[in-house]
């Protein structure tokens, strides 16, 4: 499975910003969770949000009620709606299978997709 990250950037506190990952190779992709993960300078990498098959998310405390994971299984892609964004949402952001994260499946991560939030 090849992951790509795309959408990244700058943007001004506050504003928004759209990641999306592509899936190539993907077998069963829509029968998987999917998360977003970030790591931040200096820090280890925190998961953010997840999206199981059916669409049930899950979010971490700090963006809770301002990001959105969604998913398109036809296309084998993710998204990631980042509103208002603040300083601390800066990082390198990618996206897995969650089972990577969690440990139960093999697998590698993509080069991710650099979010830098400043004025």
């Known amino acids: 499975v090849q992951l790509v990250e795309s959408g990244g950037g700058w943007v001004q506190p506050g504003g928004p910003l759209r990641l999306s990952c592509s899936a190539s190779g993907a077998i069963f992709f829509s029968a998987k969770t999917m998360g977003w993960y970030r790591q931040a300078p200096g820090k280890q990498r925190e998961l953010v949000a997840t999206?199981?098959?059916?669409?049930?998310?899950d979010y971490a405390a700090s963006v809770k009620g301002r990001f959105i994971i969604s998913r398109d299984n036809a296309k084998n892609t993710v998204y990631l709606q980042m509103n208002s964004l603040n300083p601390e949402d800066t990082a390198v952001y990618y996206c897995n299978d969650h089972g990577v994260w969690t440990g139960v499946v093999v697998g590698s991560w993509g080069p991710g997709a650099q979010v830098t939030v400043s004025s």
């Open positions: 999206i199981t098959r059916r669409g049930t998310t």
